[in-house]
């Protein structure tokens, strides 16, 4: 059982190490070959986060209420719900996790922004993404989805781009946003038909 256990941790030890160099090597590629006359640019994209993110649950239950469309009313609660639930899910794990900032640990990382909160995960990412899977499900048009999606992913690379958070910081946090959302939407249709 010993042996077991030794060879699970060494296992463990030696994914987790090569997690960590895929992480810094991807961000190490992003950020020696960086257009710097794009940081402002993607700076706005990050800023942009969470006004839209506001913007998105607050549109489809003021549009609900206009059109006196019940569905559409839900629709933005559960999508205020799922960006609550994520971004409270993302807010404590960075506590736990305590993960430092890639500058922090890597002096080859110059980052165009400074932030000192935890690394992982990335609540701006998960705030894009929760918000991007809410409209595409509230909304499920092509014209909705792609540039919901597209945005949310300039906003994930636009962390890596600022220097600001790891692959695996931005991956994780639109896991969490995108599974967030889609559970709250599970949830809310649940609830209809309960009615």
């Known amino acids: ?8 941790m060494a296992l463990f030890l030696h994914f987790n190490a090569s997690a960590q160099n895929f992480d ?3 961000l190490k590629n992003i950020q020696s070959n960086r257009n710097q006359r794009l940081d402002a640019a993607f700076e706005n994209f990050s800023k942009s986060t ?8 607050i549109g489809l239950l003021g549009v609900g209420l206009i059109a006196k469309d019940k569905n559409l009313q839900r629709q933005g609660i559960a999508s205020g ?23 922090e640990k890597y002096a080859f990382i110059q980052p165009y922004v400074v ?12 705030a894009a993404f929760s918000v991007a899977t809410s409209l595409s499900l509230a909304v499920p048009k092509w014209y909705v989805i792609v540039p919901a999606y597209a945005w949310a992913g300039t906003v994930a690379y636009s962390r890596l781009h600022l220097g600001v958070h790891y692959p695996t910081d931005v991956l994780a946090g639109a896991v969490i946003g995108a599974g967030s959302a889609w559970a709250t939407h599970r949830i809310n249709r649940w609830l209809k038909k309960k009615r």
């Open 1 to 8: 059982m010993k042996l077991l256990i030794s060879l699970l």
């Open 115 to 126: 932030e000192t909160d935890p690394s992982f995960p990335s609540g701006h990412a998960t």
């Open 24 to 26: 810094i090597n991807v």
């Open 50 to 57: 969470y006004p839209v993110s506001a913007a998105v649950p």
């Open 81 to 103: 719900a799922a960006l609550a639930v994520s971004l409270g899910t993302s807010f404590v794990l960075k506590k736990i996790i305590d993960r430092p900032r890639p500058s």
